[in-house]
């Protein structure tokens, strides 16, 4: 399976409260890059190695994506980490959530327009892949 596979498998799974996914490393080598981003296209290297590290030291640390919608942390657990936006993003996506679960090797990241299972479904897409080795 291609890695942008495993972003579709979310995308069909979460349905309409999909918005973006991608697959990066703790080094912030992206593995899905030809997955149409939008939301999530202006991350940097440093800021997929800085979501990487919160979680995996659980520091509970506020996320900005595009240098201005702060994400609070609101959940970290050792499967995921879970933050939050409370306003609107381009005045189209409104109080978003920004998914993180880790495998091995990678991390998948995944932005809704709702929490919903959400959590439940970027977990089983980190689970496939760690049970493939990643």
Same mark, same amino acid.
């Given at each position: ?22 697959? =990066?490393?703790? !080094? /912030?080598? #992206? ?10 296209? %202006? @991350? ?18 506020? =996320?900005?994506? !595009? /240098?201005? #919608? ?10 995921? %980490? @879970? ?52």
């Amino acid at each position: 399976m291609s890695w942008e596979s495993h972003c579709t498998k979310l995308e069909g799974l979460a349905a309409g409260s999909y918005e973006e996914s991608c697959i =990066f490393n703790a !080094d /912030g080598t #992206h593995y899905t890059p030809a997955a149409p981003l939008n939301y999530l296209s %202006s @991350l940097r290297v440093e800021e997929f190695k800085e979501l990487i590290k919160n979680h995996d030291q659980a520091l509970h640390k506020s =996320f900005i994506l !595009d /240098g201005k #919608h702060k994400f609070i942390s609101v959940q970290q657990v050792p499967d995921f %980490s @879970l933050w939050s936006y409370s306003g609107t993003i381009n005045n189209t996506l409104v109080k978003p959530v920004l998914i993180l679960a880790r495998t091995k090797t990678t991390a998948v990241l995944g932005l809704f327009n709702k929490r919903d299972n959400n959590v439940a479904h970027i977990c089983s897409v980190a689970k496939y892949l760690v049970d493939n080795g990643c």
